[in-house]
């Protein structure tokens, strides 16, 4: 049984923009864009706390705002798998999986 689809309240009054010095959770702060892809952005950013830079994918709005809750849920979740993933050279380590305001989500 499928879920019904969920439109997500409007991303254009949100008053969150990403650009050089936003800084997330009290933690990260953002350095530059890195590039887009398919279903995401990834910008460089500094981890405050730990004093390394971390690689912070932010996915794309429009292609989330017709997903059902289930679906974002279950990208969300092989976020915290992938996190579980660690001493492989060929495997990037995910460090937080995290959403902004029920509207952002990020990996």
């Known amino acids: 049984m499928s879920t019904p689809s969920t439109t997500l309240p409007s991303l254009s009054t949100a008053a969150f923009e990403m650009k050089k010095g936003t800084e997330l959770k009290g933690r990260y702060v953002i350095s530059e864009h890195i590039g887009t892809g398919g ?36 990208v969300l979740e092989e ?7 660690k001493g492989h050279k060929n495997v990037v380590e995910v460090y937080e999986v995290f959403e902004v305001s029920r509207r952002w989500k990020f990996l």
């Open 39 to 74: 279903y995401a952005t990834v910008w460089r950013a500094t981890d405050k706390e730990l004093n390394r830079d971390v690689a912070i994918k932010r996915l794309l709005r429009d292609r989330w705002q017709t997903f059902t809750t289930e679906e974002i849920s279950a």
């Open 79 to 85: 976020g915290r798998h992938a996190a579980r993933l």
